[in-house]
């Protein structure tokens, strides 16, 4: 497995390094088959070290943690912690997941946006209807299972998803709503 541990602005030292490879391949050998890749950032946000992990699995799934604390130390350990919750609550159904898959999850490339927020003017109008586009990155769209959707969008704690559904070919989307519950918008299945 790979990693990749860099810090944004602050130097990393070999002991943390050694620390992150040890703990966190613990955590992934224990709950994660076959992990590709680990990057761990840290980074500093006033007083707290801030720490995010991002693991790609061989399932094509991507988790995702983070968290803050004091020392650096720390905030790596409670990131660890909540990457080992992430893939102890889907263990099992990552394992399932890739025993079904017999070729590897299939993407296609797509655009995401920054856009700048509108500015709250009460006396002028708008000049435009277009927003502000302030980033564009390439970003991958998998072609997966409303179930591994959000799973997947679980795992990255992320609030929305876009895929490709595997069984109607058409994009859909799912995002966790106001009450909690999970959405899926799935275009055209309504006549």
């Known amino acids: 497995m790979k990693y990749l541990i860099s810090g944004k602005q602050i130097d990393i030292g070999e002991a943390l390094q050694t620390h992150v490879k040890t703990e966190l391949g613990a955590v992934l050998e224990k709950y994660a088959e076959r992990p590709i890749d680990a990057h761990v950032i840290f980074s500093k946000s006033a007083h707290e070290f801030v720490c995010e992990i991002i ?45 079904e898959r017999a070729n590897p999850i299939e993407t296609i490339g797509a655009s995401a946006y920054i856009l700048a927020p509108e500015e709250e003017n009460e006396d002028s109008e708008p000049e ?19 179930g591994e959707a959000v799973m997947q969008m679980e795992l990255a704690n992320a609030p929305v998803l876009v895929f490709r559904n595997e069984k109607s070919n058409g994009v859909n989307v799912v995002y966790r709503r106001d009450d909690g519950n999970i959405g899926w918008i799935e275009p055209g299945s309504n006549g």
């Open 128 to 146: 435009s209807l277009q927003p502000i586009i302030i980033a564009e990155t390439e970003t991958k769209i998998p072609t997966i299972t409303v």
């Open 55 to 99: 693991v790609h699995l061989s399932t094509g799934l991507t988790a995702q943690a983070k968290a803050k604390a004091t020392e650096i130390y720390a905030a790596f350990d409670s990131c660890a912690e909540k990457m080992e919750k992430q893939l102890r609550r889907y263990k099992r159904r990552l394992k399932d997941h890739h025993k």
